[in-house]
């Protein structure tokens, strides 16, 4: 069965480091998505992308994040100057369509800073 | 896993017995629900989904059931095996959005 995968699986930075994750989302979906876990919460939404493009984004998501296609398989999430509260398990997922569908998930990198 | 905090609610069940887990959803306008399965060190995975026209379906050993009136999500696991172990979540969407709205999980153990 296709499924979504991200690299790495955990990543240590040191606080005010910049830090990339990596996902490839299922082959025929169009829609990303990145979302974050902080240990002991709940699963929170970050951002939408589609078309090259944001489509929509939290509150949680300011200018210290920003997401990419850089090629046709690649999706990824960049956080500069991390800070100690960016520590959490990051998931992406992606859907073939928009809203209401189903929303696939990797397995997350756990971000550990420093 | 890193989705289990020390406070989740725990259902504790026999291996073979029914399961119910329960969610409560926060935005009457929601119209499209998805239960998704989290075990340890995984991302949270898709089991079944719910649009808001309906109020029950069924999968293959799972049933939800919605009841819009008190903003209320079911998740029914019949013959509960060891291997349903794990953080069950619970997430709403508004159409015309791409947001899912996770609940807080629950967690489900499962004895032999």
């Known amino acids: 069965e296709p499924e979504v995968t991200q690299t790495p699986s955990h990543q240590v930075t040191q606080m005010g480091q910049e830090v990339i994750l990596r996902c490839v989302p299922i082959s025929n979906h169009l829609y990303f998505y990145w979302y974050r876990q902080i240990l002991g919460q709940k699963v929170e939404f970050l951002v939408s992308f589609y078309n090259n493009e944001i489509s929509e984004k939290s509150e949680i998501f300011d200018d210290q994040f920003s997401v990419e296609r850089p090629d046709g398989s690649n999706f990824t999430l960049k956080i500069r100057s991390t800070k100690l509260e960016d520590s959490a398990m990051y998931f992406c997922?992606?859907?073939?369509?928009?809203?209401?569908?189903?929303?696939?998930f990797g397995d997350g990198t756990r971000l550990s800073i420093l | 896993g890193e989705s289990v905090g020390l406070h989740l609610p725990t259902l504790s069940v026999q291996e073979g017995d029914n399961s119910i887990i329960n969610c409560a959803y926060s935005n009457s306008a929601s119209d499209y629900f998805i239960w998704y399965k989290q075990e340890s060190g995984k991302g949270p995975q898709f089991i079944i989904d719910i649009r808001s026209n309906m109020d029950k379906r069924q999968g293959q050993r799972v049933t939800v059931l919605l009841n819009k009136t008190v903003k209320h999500l079911s998740l029914q696991i019949a013959a509960t095996q060891p291997g349903d172990s794990a953080v069950y979540f619970c997430?709403?969407?508004?159409?015309?959005?791409?947001?899912?709205?996770f609940g807080k999980g629950t967690m489900l153990l499962v004895s032999p």
């Open positions: 997430a709403e969407n508004l159409s015309g959005y791409s947001t899912l709205t």
């Open positions: 997922a992606s859907s073939e369509g928009w809203g209401s569908q189903p929303q696939h």
